[in-house]
């Protein structure tokens, strides 16, 4: 039975549309998203970072890998998040040092109280042998450390007067980032830290239950914890590196084209993040003072000679031998 021409042109026309959608079903199905989270507020800057990175990876992969990013609170707390890196439940995390030494002891070096001079001499620290080696420490914690930023130094925010001396620590109640260095640190300034998730952190300041915070100007400025301070005392105590990491489990599942994209994205995006925290640090000073905030500078040199203790306590803990290594990283980064 033969038939005609226009009903030749009609049914190859229905066979088309089926390829088409067939073509388009599949690659709908072959996309990939993925779950980036982050400990602080929307407002923070690394959301900015989050998104620059999302970005990079969408367009290296012509649109096949897609990252959402969720904010503190949203997959986890701060903790919590790092064990669902490890299990797999969260894809990608952008952490802080502080909450990594729980996972990997070594990187709590990075932590010791004013061991940079400034932050160049940290960034050619972990851009260094040193660097490389912590990544590749995470691997068989679960972890696979993709490349290294920075939350901005951590400078000491009260509720009354400022802490230019280590003497005015004496009996502060302050809110520290969760980690045992950061704890040893201010307990031998004769502070008292006090764990608290950051969330609650403008409640404990609003009704005195504590008397301090020690987190970098632009977390004060994104979670509006300025309502309730009086001062800065710009300690810069700590570098606050920060690390961009995959699931080891969820990595390894992924295409290797995919991994590559990720790869390259997250090593371009260490000298972005870096400017973009510069750049939003000083804006938050200025944004600071203008609600009325005090800004002081710290006698560094007094504060540095009082926190020796720590590193006598912790050279055991993050084992001597990287202790070492790093102690040689900071002198030939000052040279």
């Known amino acids: ?165 280590p003497s005015a620590m004496k009996g502060l109640r302050i809110r520290v980032q969760p980690g045992a260095i950061y704890e040893e640190t201010f307990k031998v300034l004769g502070a008292i830290p006090v764990a608290m998730e950051l969330t609650e952190v403008y409640l404990g300041l609003s009704q005195k239950t504590i008397d301090a915070t020690e987190v970098p100007m632009i977390s004060v400025a994104a979670g509006k914890n300025y309502e309730v301070l009086k001062s800065v005392t710009k300690t810069d105590h700590t570098y606050n590196a920060g690390i961009m990491m995959a699931s080891q489990s969820r990595f390894d599942r992924l295409k290797p084209a995919y991994q590559d994209a990720i790869r390259t994205a997250a090593v371009e995006l260490t000298p972005y993040w870096r400017s973009l925290i510069k750049k939003r640090s000083e804006e938050a000073e200025v944004f600071l003072k203008g609600k009325g905030l005090s800004i002081h500078d710290a006698d560094k040199a007094a504060y540095k000679k009082a926190v020796e203790p720590v590193y006598k306590e912790f050279r055991n803990k993050i084992t001597p031998e990287f202790y070492d290594e790093l102690m040689a990283a900071v002198s030939a980064a000052r040279a």
Request: aromatic content about 8%.
């Open 1 to 165: 039975m033969s038939i005609s021409r226009r009903q030749f042109i009609a049914k190859s026309a229905i066979v088309g549309l089926g390829s088409a959608a067939f073509a388009t079903s599949k690659a709908a199905s072959s996309k990939v998203t993925l779950k980036l989270t982050y400990p602080d507020v929307r407002s923070h800057p690394f959301y900015e970072v989050g998104q620059h990175f999302a970005d990079a990876v969408r367009e290296k992969t012509a649109g096949a890998v897609d990252i959402r990013i969720f904010t503190l609170g949203e997959l986890g707390s701060g903790v919590n998040i790092l064990t669902g890196l490890q299990t797999g439940t969260i894809d990608l995390c952008a952490h802080t040092t502080g909450f990594i030494g729980r996972v990997l002891p070594q990187v709590q070096g990075l932590d010791l109280p004013f061991l940079f001079d400034d932050v160049s001499i940290g960034d050619k620290v972990v851009d260094g042998p040193v660097g490389s080696k912590l990544l590749g420490l995470l691997k068989p914690k679960r972890i696979y450390g993709l490349s290294w930023g920075t939350w901005a130094p951590r400078v000491t925010e009260t509720v009354s007067k400022p802490v230019t001396e």
